[in-house]
C-alpha cells in the first residue's frame, strides 16, 4: 500500500512540476552530510534559451542543524566560476526530519560548453557545510 501511494505522488509530483530528471548528479561531500540528499531534480536539463534550472531538492538531516543559506557554483570548462547564494532559509532541525528545499539558479553563461554546478546547504553559526551536491551538463 505504501509503495502504490508513493509511486502515485511521485508521477503527480512529475506531472505538477514538469520535472524531468530524477536523481540526477552526486554528493560531493567529503564526509558523511548532515542533509542527506535523498532527491535532486532539475528542470529544463540542461537549461535551454538561457533559462532559469528550476532545482527541488529532497533529504533529511541526521543531526540538530539551523541552516543559513544555499551557496550554488557554475563552473565553467572547468575555470570560470559564478556563485549565487540564496540565504532566505528560516528554521532549526532535529535529526530524522525532512526537508525540501525548491530554488532556482540562474546561468552566468549561455554558451557552448561544459558546467558544473555545485550546491551547497550552508550553516552560519557554527559554520558547517551540510550538505553538497553536484551535477553537470554540456550545452
Known amino acids: 500500500m505504501?509503495?502504490?501511494?508513493?509511486?502515485?505522488?511521485?508521477?503527480?509530483?512529475?506531472?505538477?512540476?514538469?520535472?524531468?530528471?530524477f536523481s540526477l548528479g552526486q554528493n560531493c561531500?567529503?564526509?558523511t552530510p548532515v542533509f542527506n540528499i535523498i532527491s535532486f531534480y532539475a528542470s529544463p536539463n540542461p537549461p535551454t534559451n538561457c533559462a532559469a534550472q528550476n532545482?527541488?531538492?529532497i533529504g533529511n538531516f541526521n543531526q540538530n542543524a539551523c541552516?543559513?543559506?544555499?551557496l550554488i557554483t557554475e563552473t565553467y570548462n572547468q575555470n570560470t566560476n559564478y556563485n549565487?547564494?540564496?540565504n532566505t532559509l528560516i528554521g532549526c532541525y532535529n535529526p530524522g526530519q525532512n526537508e525540501t528545499y525548491k530554488f532556482?539558479?540562474?546561468p552566468m553563461h549561455c554558451i557552448s560548453g561544459n558546467?558544473?554546478?555545485?550546491?551547497k546547504l550552508l550553516q552560519q553559526n557554527p559554520s558547517q557545510t551540510l550538505?553538497?551536491?553536484q551535477y553537470q551538463y554540456n550545452l
Open 2 to 21: 505504501k509503495s502504490n501511494i508513493f509511486l502515485v505522488l511521485f508521477c503527480i509530483s512529475i506531472v505538477c512540476f514538469g520535472l524531468e530528471t
Open 29 to 31: 561531500s567529503v564526509t
Open 55 to 57: 532545482v527541488i531538492m
Open 67 to 70: 541552516p543559513g543559506e544555499i
Open 84 to 86: 549565487q547564494v540564496n
Open 104 to 106: 532556482a539558479i540562474d
Open 115 to 119: 558546467y558544473v554546478i555545485q550546491i
Open 131 to 133: 550538505s553538497c551536491w
